[in-house]
Every structure is written in C-alpha cells, then in structure tokens.
C-alpha cells in the first residue's frame, strides 16, 4: 500500500481524533497488547487520544499517523521523548499500530522507519520499545535491526485475564558524538 507519513502537531491531530480513537478501538478489539483490555468503555480511547496531544503540546512525543492515497488515517506510532537530564538523547517507540484493513501491506514497516528518521532528526540516538512475546510485531522488529534485550514476564494483562510476558527492544543509532562503546 502507497502511504504517506507525516509527524501531526496538536492542533493537527485534533481533526484526527475520531480515526485516532477508531484506529486504537480497532486495536485494542483485535487483541492487541496495547495498554488496554477490551472492551474499551465509552470516551475511554478519546480521552487517551487527549492525553497525546497535550504530551505533543509539551514538546515530549512525536505523533506519526500513515494515511492511505486517499487520506484516510490507516495507521500510527509515537515518539515518547526522554526528558531526564541523563536520557536526552533516548526515545521509546510507542503504540505501533496498524488498521486490520490496512495490515500486511507494510504500512507497519514504513512507520518504524519514519520513527527512525525522526528519532534521528531529533538526535536521539538510543531507542526502545517493548511488546508481547509471540505477537507478530515481534517479526517487525527484529526486521527491523531491532535487538532483544530481554524478556520480563508476566508484564501485561491480556484480553484473556492472563499475564504475559514482553519483550524488550533496543536499536541503537550512529551519531552520538559523547558516545563512548
Ligand atoms: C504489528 C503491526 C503494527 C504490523 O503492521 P503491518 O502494517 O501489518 O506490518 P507490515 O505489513 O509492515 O509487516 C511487517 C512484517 O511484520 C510481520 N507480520 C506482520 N503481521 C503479520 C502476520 N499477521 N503474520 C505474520 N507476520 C506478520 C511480517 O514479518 C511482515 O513482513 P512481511 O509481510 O514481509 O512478511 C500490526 O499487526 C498491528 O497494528 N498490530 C496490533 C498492534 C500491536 O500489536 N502493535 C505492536 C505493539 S506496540
């Protein structure tokens, strides 16, 4: 699938909010792991949405949605900016997510790769994401160049009621000049 992909603002996202909140009910619907349990109550993923545009007004997340050649939102993933003084140059890859209708047709693949030039143009050269062991995203970013660190277990509640485990990713980029590996 042809998809563009574009870093929202958050005077942007907030015509996006209603794709934004079906995308993640899709999501979270198909038994993604994700930070939710189904079912979602009402407002539940229109106030998580806000909570993203306030954190894009304060400067600390990145927001990628993907949107198919005819403009519809299809997919997302986020940016969540270190803001310690000792983890400016980190950023973790957040809620990766893709419409069931658009899944497959590498729309997963083109928006890590534009939360790689972003994390690059911001200089943020160390970063991590994590995810539920076995899920297919698991593939994604190992494709990726994307290490695994480490498994913890029984770290989210899945729609099941059960605790699985996660699997955390690194991926480190050239260009820290105080790097010292
Ligand atoms: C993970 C997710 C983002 C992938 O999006 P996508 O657009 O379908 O991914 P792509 O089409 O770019 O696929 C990339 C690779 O991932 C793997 N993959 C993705 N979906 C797969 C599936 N259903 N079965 C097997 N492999 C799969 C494959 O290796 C695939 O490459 P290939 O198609 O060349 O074989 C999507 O399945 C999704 O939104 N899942 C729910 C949310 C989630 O779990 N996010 C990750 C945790 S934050």
Not at 55 to 71: I, K, M, N, T
Not at 120 to 145: F, I, P, Q, S
Not at 154 to 180: I, M, T
């Amino acid at each position: 699938m042809r998809v563009t992909i574009e870093a929202s603002s958050a005077e942007a996202a907030a015509p996006d909010l209603p794709a934004l909140s079906a995308l993640l009910t899709d999501a979270v619907e198909s038994g993604a792991s994700i930070g939710f349990v189904p079912p979602l109550a009402a407002g539940e993923a229109d106030a998580y949405w806000r909570t993203v545009v306030a954190a894009l007004r304060e400067g600390a997340r990145v927001l990628l949605v993907a949107r198919d050649a005819a403009g519809a939102l299809v997919g997302s993933a986020q940016l969540e900016l270190a803001t310690r003084p000792n983890a400016r140059h980190r950023v973790e890859v957040t809620k990766v997510m893709v419409h069931t209708k658009a899944r497959r047709q590498g729309v997963g693949r083109a928006l890590m790769r534009a939360a790689e030039e972003h994390a690059r143009r911001l200089g943020r050269t160390t970063l991590v994401l994590d995810t539920r062991c076995g899920d297919h995203a698991e593939r994604l970013y190992a494709d990726g160049g994307w290490t695994l660190a480490g498994v913890i277990p029984k770290y989210a509640r899945s729609a099941n009621g059960r605790l699985d485990p996660s699997a955390f990713y690194y991926k480190l980029l050239e260009g820290d000049p105080h790097d010292s590996r």
